[in-house]
């Protein structure tokens, strides 16, 4: 089974801050990557497919990068909006593993 | 508008089999490329992908639970129905059904969720 790896578990941050989360996959998962940002209460809101292609309706301040085995997430002026937990899920195996989260909150 | 909801029982006992249905709009399962997941999430923890369903009738499962896992769709309906065989207290958790497009290979739309706990 492939295993998803996020750094950190959580972080603290201010309004404005550049944010940068990562996930390390296993295997070579190739690019088949995708981000998510889950509000308490909520479903998980998909952010990011195919490692870096940003979903319809997705603020542009939010990038991914990475192929391989190491993918990163980045809010580049985070807003009060965006504090919240932050899942990768691999889809390059039969079992799209999501990653352990990463909680974002206020500084 | 695509939604998507979840509906079962919020209580099940040990041993037990738990039924929840999906009832979506928006998008045909009938259609190339479509396909429903079901993914579960225990308190405070990571989602984890359970099964999916997709518009030709192929069925995916995850390894751990393929033995008690079924999956069915009812395209007249637009509905999809997931049985959980021998329920466990560790199988609390909120249960979510998701749209995934195959070829993108992203769950694009949630259900709110509903939450399951398994108890005596």
């Known amino acids: 089974d492939i295993q998803m790896t996020q750094s950190p578990s959580s972080l603290s941050a201010s309004v404005g801050d550049r944010v940068t989360i990562t996930c390390r996959a296993s295997?070579?998962?190739?690019?088949?990557l995708n981000w998510y940002q889950q509000k308490p209460g909520k479903g998980p809101k998909l952010l990011i497919y195919?490692?870096?292609t940003l979903q319809s309706g997705v603020p542009s301040r939010f990038s991914g990068s990475g192929s391989g085995t190491d993918f990163s997430l980045t809010i580049r002026s985070l807003q009060p909006e965006d504090f919240a937990t932050y899942y990768c899920q691999e889809t390059h195996s039969a079992l799209w593993t999501f990653g352990q989260g990463t909680k974002v909150d206020i500084k | 508008q695509i939604t998507l909801r979840e509906s079962g029982p919020a209580l099940v006992k040990p041993t037990q089999t738990l039924t929840l249905t999906c009832s979506f709009s928006?998008?045909?399962?009938?259609?190339?490329?479509?396909?429903v997941s079901w993914i579960r999430q225990p308190p405070g923890k990571a989602p984890e992908w359970l099964a999916r369903i997709d518009w030709d009738d192929d069925e995916y499962f995850t390894t751990s639970l393929k033995t008690r896992l079924t999956i069915s769709k009812d395209t007249s309906k637009n509905q999809v129905v997931l049985t959980m065989t021998n329920m466990d207290p560790v199988d609390s958790a909120t249960y979510y059904c998701?749209?995934?497009?195959?070829?993108?290979?992203?769950?694009?739309?949630w259900g709110p969720g509903t939450p399951v706990i398994v108890s005596s």
């Open positions: 998701a749209r995934t497009i195959d070829t993108l290979r992203f769950h694009d739309f």
């Open positions: 928006g998008f045909t399962l009938g259609s190339t490329g479509m396909c």
């Open positions: 295997q070579s998962i190739s690019r088949f």
């Open positions: 195919g490692a870096s």
